[in-house]
């Protein structure tokens, strides 16, 4: 499975940027995608999932509010809509896709879970 990251940008605080993230390949082998992202110098983190099957979706509590995943199972395409965006959610946005099924909500969250990754995209957000 191959994904591919776009809608990065640079906006000012308060702004909004949508990020999309395509998948190919053997997508039927995937059960779910998040977003993580990384920031200079930290760790990378989680921001939000949704898993196909039931469309559940899981947030930061930094970005819940704000932020909106949604999908498209068919298309094997998910969004992150970012709105009331803030300096510190300056970073590398990732997307990944989920293989393993019937897992608990919470490993949705982590990034170990995910076998498949997009090459990142930049998000700058100026104060």
């Known amino acids: 499975v191959q994904l591919q990251a776009s809608g990065g940008g640079m906006v000012q605080a308060g702004g909004s940027l949508r990020l999309s993230c395509a998948a190919s390949g053997r997508t039927f082998s995937t059960y779910g995608m998040g977003w993580f992202r990384q920031a200079p110098g930290k760790d990378r983190e989680f921001v939000a999932s949704?898993?196909?099957?039931?469309?559940?979706?899981y947030y930061a509590d930094s970005v819940k509010g704000r932020f909106a995943i949604s999908g498209d199972n068919a298309k094997s395409t998910v969004y992150l809509q970012m709105n009331s965006l803030k300096p510190e959610d300056t970073a590398v946005y990732y997307c990944a896709a989920m293989s393993l099924n019937n897992i608990d909500s919470y490993y949705y969250t982590r990034e170990n879970k995910y076998r498949f990754w997009g090459q990142g995209t930049q998000v700058t957000v100026s104060s």
């Open positions: 949704i898993r196909w099957r039931g469309g559940d979706t």
